[in-house]
């Protein structure tokens, strides 16, 4: 059994670590100003959103982003929608799975 | 099953989950080492890649400030999308801290079947149809759409999830998605505070019953404590 990448997956832990743990770790991190806080507050709802929207927007095929038009949009909208609606996240992923695991297995996604 | 295919042994694929414990970033280092990327290039396109998790963080940090050091420091290793989505939305929904709920998140929804998943997909890779035939490849997005629609409350959080998506995608598709996550991140809570303060009383203080209901499902009632602050849902 080679064991050689081990060394390299410690150094992208050493790539990793401290941006996940700097802000988590700094002393005195409550003492920063309240516009700070209202900053971080909006923080959560933009980079959600962000990871939604790039993750069924934008595909990277040979290195290179391109724009993504697809059922996935739908399915996401889907889940968006029953989510607000019926205050349900689990409710929202099961229909938004169904409906691209059935678009996809009919050939029109 | 990746891992596997770019010649992995089985003891390095694990290696990579645990203590690198990051999708996107493992999943690149894979095409990496295929490609013959050289260690120190991967070295800074893996901080590149996760340099949004200093938003998660900083996001988090306010709510975990009374958590001990030491418990932080590994709560900072167990830090991932997921961990981040689920947390972040259950603190704002109950209006407190709930370290509990951090861990569940980051090890029982996350850690462990990950590591699962990783031993599952070296052993058996090949016998594994790919998920996308299953519609599985949509779980991450619509998730994390679910939860950032749990997550707004007014106005400006509106604005900054539509300008977080918006510059999200601008950006990934002129540099790359990993810079376009983070400028996201960035610039979208920046116009969600451009809009004047929603009218009505100032928000609540984070952790106080009022701040609880702002975020609370129909139904949900909390108890006042001694101290004013929430208590757990009933």
């Known amino acids: 059994m080679n064991g050689s990448l081990v060394i390299l997956a410690l150094l992208m832990f050493a790539a990793t670590y401290p941006s996940r743990a700097l802000p988590l770790l700094a002393p005195g991190f409550e003492r920063l100003p309240r516009p700070v806080f209202a900053y971080l507050r909006l923080v959560g709802p933009a980079i959600l959103a962000a990871l939604a929207a790039v993750n069924v927007m934008v595909v990277t095929a040979d290195g290179r982003p391109t724009f993504h038009v697809g059922m996935e949009w739908l399915a996401v909208l889907v889940c968006l929608g029953l989510t607000v609606w019926r205050r349900n996240l689990l409710v929202g992923l099961v229909a938004a799975v169904g409906l691209t695991a059935i678009s996809r297995a009919l050939g029109i996604a | ?234």
């Open chain 2, 1 to 234: 099953m990746s891992a596997q295919r770019a010649g992995f042994s089985p003891l390095e694929a694990i290696a990579f989950s645990t203590i690198v414990f990051a999708g996107a970033a493992q999943f690149a280092a894979v095409g990496y080492v295929a490609g013959g990327v050289a260690w120190p290039v991967i070295f800074l396109l893996t901080a590149l890649l996760n340099a949004r998790h200093l938003l998660y963080s900083a996001a988090l940090a306010p709510w975990l400030r009374d958590v001990p050091i030491g418990r932080r420091a590994v709560i900072a290793h167990l830090l991932t999308d997921e961990a981040f989505a689920l947390t972040i939305a259950h603190f704002a929904r109950a209006g407190r801290t709930d370290e509990r709920g951090y861990w569940l998140a980051a090890i029982g929804s996350t850690f462990i079947p990950w590591n699962l998943a990783t031993i599952v997909g070296v052993l058996a890779g090949q016998e594994i149809p790919g998920p996308e035939r299953f519609g599985l490849d949509v779980v991450f997005p619509a998730a994390m759409i679910g939860l950032a629609a749990g997550l707004i409350a007014d106005r400006r959080d509106v604005v900054a999830a539509a300008t977080g998506a918006a510059v999200g995608v601008l950006v990934s598709l002129a540099l790359s998605p990993s810079v376009g996550i983070v400028a996201g991140g960035l610039l979208g809570p920046l116009a969600g505070l451009a809009l004047p303060s929603p009218a009505g009383p100032p928000p609540a203080e984070l952790g106080t019953v009022r701040s609880a209901e702002g975020f609370s499902m129909p139904g949900t009632h909390y108890e006042q404590g001694d101290d004013g602050a929430g208590e757990a849902p009933r």
